[in-house]
């Protein structure tokens, strides 16, 4: 079961921003525009940040944005927060058998 | 408000079956899609399967064919997955995940989580 592939790092100052890449192929990414973002403090169940590659849920600060090109998506988090500490994955639909495929993850921490 | 409230830890031995439990609340459950995905610990999330809880056709990533069986009960507003043939490596959290609605589709994310549940599997 392949993986999306995230960076395993990213950190920046309050205030700055911080951008995290999700690859994929053109049998997920590439081909649904499906991808969703998720935050993850430890010890927590996941929150949805984004889906449909650029929108978010009611209550998520305007901070988050998402955006795609070809097979890579990303999140970029403007104005970061010690809040914003926390792992994020990816997430795309599909056509294989498997049907939604996770990234790796990416811790992000504020300096 | 919407709340996915998930069933006690579990400790079974290689070999045994486990199954965990997801209460819904606060939306309408016979409309929706209901996912499970788990993460085993320091690792990335892996999702598992899915159900409709109107028809409960479901649908098994490849990985736990043969293993995996999500069902639900509308009576009771309750998904469940069951796990047989259980490893040591399917030691994780496992968390019920609803999938988002946005006028008349499906989203193809996970707009709400359960707490997470977490199943140990060890001689």
């Known amino acids: 079961q392949s993986a999306l592939s995230q960076p395993p790092s990213a950190s920046g100052s309050p205030g700055q921003s911080v951008t995290i890449s999700c690859t994929g192929t053109?049998?997920?990414?590439?081909?649904?525009?499906?991808v969703s973002w998720y935050q993850q403090h430890p010890g927590k169940a996941p929150k949805l940040m984004i889906y449909?590659?650029?929108k978010r849920p009611s209550g998520v600060p305007d901070r988050f944005s998402g955006s795609k090109s070809d097979n890579t998506a990303s999140l970029t988090v403007s104005g970061l927060q010690t809040e914003d500490e926390a792992d994020y994955y990816c997430?795309?639909?599909?056509?294989?058998?498997?049907?939604?495929?996770f990234g790796t993850g990416t811790k992000v921490t504020v300096l | 408000q919407v709340q996915l409230v998930q069933s006690g830890a579990e400790v079974e031995k290689p070999g045994a079956s486990v199954r965990v439990s997801c209460k819904a609340s606060?939306?309408?459950?016979?409309?929706?899609?209901m996912h499970w995905v788990r993460q085993a610990p320091g690792q990335r999330l892996e999702w598992m399967g899915q159900?409709?809880?109107?028809?409960?056709?479901?649908v098994y990533s490849p990985k736990f064919q043969g293993r995996i069986t999500i069902t639900r009960d509308t009576f009771a507003s309750t998904v469940s997955v069951e796990l047989s043939s259980l490893r040591s490596e399917d030691t994780a959290v496992y968390f019920c995940?609803?999938?988002?609605?946005?006028?008349?589709?499906?989203?193809?994310?996970?707009?709400?989580w359960g707490q997470g549940t977490l199943v140990t599997v060890s001689s």
């Open positions: 995940a609803k999938e988002g609605s946005s006028g008349s589709h499906f989203t193809k994310s996970f707009d709400y």
């Open positions: 606060g939306y309408t459950f016979t409309t929706s899609f």
């Open positions: 159900i409709h809880i109107g028809s409960s056709s479901t």
């Open positions: 053109s049998s997920d990414v590439g081909r649904y525009d499906s």
């Open positions: 449909e590659v650029t």
């Open positions: 997430s795309s639909y599909t056509d294989s058998d498997n049907r939604y495929v």
